[in-house]
């Protein structure tokens, strides 16, 4: 089954008008999570697509599209990033921001971006074997940092449990996958 999302930003200090949609599916252990980011793409700073495409630190530093995946239960988790520029990395976490360590059960992470006129697209295909028995549910949380034209970065989640942006709390996988 897909669920449908749509992020709110933490605070109001971004581009009027920019909406950030999307969906993510779990069949038996293939997921697939879609963004779809609209508006006034101008204001924002989205990375152009780079010749060669690579795992890279830091990401969240930029226009970055994240999203959050648990076992159900558990407070381990992984953490996606996605750049528009094709950049990517993986992370495993032993429980909320503890035990940091890139995930290596990934080489690759291919996903496919888009722009036309006001709309960005964002897709990405992915098999949770390496991650999360077929049998076992898992929640997860979908976020995204966006940086302004202007330098500054806005932060977007499906819900914003504390008192300052925090993806990695465990209230804020509010996805049942």
């Not at 909320?96 to 036309?116: H, I, V």
């Not at 697209?121 to 077929?134: F, Q």
């Not at 970065?153 to 499906?158: I, R, S």
Request: glycine share 10%; charged share 25%.
């Amino acid at each position: 089954m897909r669920s449908v999302f749509s992020l709110k930003p933490f605070s109001e200090s971004l581009p009027a008008g920019l909406t950030i949609t999307g969906g993510i599916a779990r069949d038996s252990n293939m997921l697939s999570v879609s963004y779809e980011l609209r508006g006034p793409l101008g204001e924002i700073d989205i990375p152009a697509p780079a010749e060669r495409p690579e795992r890279r630190h830091g990401l969240w530093k930029e226009t970055c599209l994240e999203f959050f995946i648990g076992e159900e239960r558990s407070e381990s988790y992984w953490e996606f990033n996605l750049s528009p520029a094709g950049h990517w990395n993986v992370y495993r976490f032993d429980a909320c921001r503890q035990g940091m360590r890139q995930e290596d059960a990934f080489a690759s992470l291919p996903f496919e971006t888009g722009m036309r006129g006001g709309l960005f697209s964002l897709s990405l295909e992915l098999c949770l074997d390496k991650m999360i028995p077929t049998d076992q549910n898992a929640d997860a949380g979908i976020s995204a940092v966006i940086r302004s034209g202007s330098g500054g970065l806005t932060y977007w989640a499906l819900t914003h449990p504390g008192t300052e942006p925090d993806f990695h709390r465990r209230d804020g996988f509010i996805i049942g996958l």
